[in-house]
């Protein structure tokens, strides 16, 4: 992961959420390693969900300290107003996280923002009336023009698209997926007006892959433009102070 970083500035990681699982759902170790997670962790009574939550952190929180050369109980994983996580305190990295069903998916960039999705790819969207919720009238159309049978797999890109721009941006599902949209998959990606009109410009990258033959992802990239950040070890990326207040607080939970 590190010189993947390294490389392209940018790092997504997949896996399954039984690999992440722990063995006791109780471990005390959890405590230290969730932070403030933890509480809502041990609300969930739904043992597919809880599962899901659990795994899913911890991948997150393993991904990022691997990159950043830190200890996963030493970092604090937080949440902007429309649930979008960060690691508090090292805004130079950031992140997403995305899980469906059987898949876990984590992006990592250190360039300016990132943005991950995943989707079951044999979910069924097309015909369904969802076109008129999340397409602009020009994805419709550009729809109505694709093969029947090739229908459902570009509107799965489309919606996978659609999240992961969301999340890059901070949104979620609180823009409109109307209001934007993206053209075939045969051109180069960039985000369009609801007309089709070009949108966005090249501090924006889009790649749309299968994984394990079951998943459509997608990732949405913006280059903030003020080059690399080529050191991202959490000890020089923060201040003395705040490094020392984080692993105190850590120390303190464990």
């Not at 890109?157 to 109307?178: C, D, H, N, V």
Request: charged share 25%.
């Amino acid at each position: 992961m590190r010189d993947a970083l390294a490389g392209s500035g940018s790092v997504v990681v997949h896996a399954r959420p039984a690999g992440w699982l722990p063995a006791d759902p109780d471990d005390p170790r959890l405590r230290p390693l969730l932070g403030r997670d933890y509480p809502r962790y041990r609300k969930m009574s739904h043992p597919q969900v809880r599962g899901r939550f659990v795994a899913s952190r911890l991948l997150l929180k393993y991904a990022a300290c691997s990159v950043i050369h830190a200890a996963p109980h030493s970092v604090e994983l937080a949440y902007k107003p429309g649930g979008r996580p960060y690691l508090r305190g090292l805004d130079q990295i950031d992140i997403s996280l995305s899980h469906t069903d059987d898949l876990l998916l984590v992006g990592l960039t250190r360039r300016g923002w990132i943005g991950v999705d995943a989707e079951l790819s044999d979910r069924r969207m097309a015909r369904t009336g969802i076109e008129r919720q999340v397409c602009t009238p020009a994805e419709r159309r550009m729809l109505d023009a694709v093969p029947e049978a090739d229908r459902n797999a570009a509107l799965i890109r489309l919606w996978t698209l659609k999240e992961a721009y969301s999340k890059a941006i901070g949104q979620g599902m609180r823009f409109p997926f109307t209001e934007f949209g993206f053209g075939p998959g045969d051109r180069p990606v960039t985000v369009l007006c609801p007309d089709g009109a070009p949108g966005t410009g090249e501090e924006w990258s889009f790649a749309t892959h299968t994984v394990s033959g079951d998943y459509t992802i997608s990732i949405a990239r913006y280059d903030a433009g003020f080059g690399d950040t080529g050191d991202t070890a959490a000890g020089t990326m923060l201040d003395e102070g705040l490094m020392q207040a984080l692993m105190e607080i850590a120390d303190t939970e464990r």
